[in-house]
């Protein structure tokens, strides 16, 4: 996997956080939800003097990104986004929350009240080897899942094929979809043919 690196504080190692770096312009407005320990953030910040905010629930994630300057209020995604306004940004980013949060549809509603595009990333349940484990009677684990059926953070576990089917629903556009696979996967040159099957996370760009 390749790493981006600004400075020893600014490193994006997850293929997801690369393509979605990759995809922002210069200067944009971005709320990143569920945005961790800021990473992400001050790299776009740094890289393409981003306007950014995080929201995070959890108070040591919040306290890193503070300590990175990066600003950030401390919130539920569960409870919506009444602290921003309409329109407010141009970019939103959910990058591998989706699937944390007890209603994804009503937070994609969220989303695309505050901003403009929507830019996901998820875990695809419905990779090959997530289905030959549940095919032997287990909940699948592997480097995208990495917990027990007991301790995930994971409540709605999705494939590509749920994900677009509820952005058909929603009237959500999606205008691009970009599958991703894990270093070494030797399935890894169909997943452009198949995601659902032979992708192990996928990037969304969305519009509404």
């Known amino acids: 996997m390749t790493t981006i690196r600004l400075n ?6 997850r293929r997801d956080l ?20 800021g990473r992400l953030l ?3 910040a740094q890289l393409k003097e981003a306007k950014v905010m995080g929201v995070e629930k959890e108070q040591d994630k919040v306290i890193e990104c503070t300590g990175r300057g990066v600003p950030v209020i401390q919130a539920d995604l569960n409870d ?4 921003f306004a309409d329109n407010s940004y141009d970019f939103v980013i959910l990058s591998q929350t989706l699937q944390a ?10 989303m695309f009240r505050v901003g403009k595009t929507g830019i996901i990333s998820f875990i695809n349940f419905g990779h090959c080897s997530a289905r030959k484990q549940l095919l032997f009677g287990d909940m699948p684990e592997t ?3 990495p917990w027990k059926w007991y301790n995930t953070p994971n409540i709605h576990l999705a494939t590509i094929a749920d994900f677009r089917r509820l952005c058909t629903q929603k009237n959500i556009r999606i205008l691009r979809e970009i599958p991703l696979t894990q270093d070494g996967d030797p399935f890894a040159f169909l997943a452009g043919i198949w995601p659902n099957l ?4 996928c990037v969304f760009i969305l519009e509404k």
């Open 8 to 13: 020893h504080d600014t490193t994006l190692s």
């Open 18 to 37: 690369e393509t979605i770096a990759s995809m922002i312009p210069g200067k944009s407005r971005i709320l990143d939800l569920g945005c961790g320990s």
């Open 42 to 44: 001050k790299f776009l």
């Open 80 to 83: 919506g986004l009444p602290d």
């Open 101 to 110: 949060v007890k209603r994804p549809d009503l937070l994609l509603d969220e």
């Open 143 to 145: 480097k995208t899942l």
């Open 198 to 201: 032979f992708s192990s996370t």
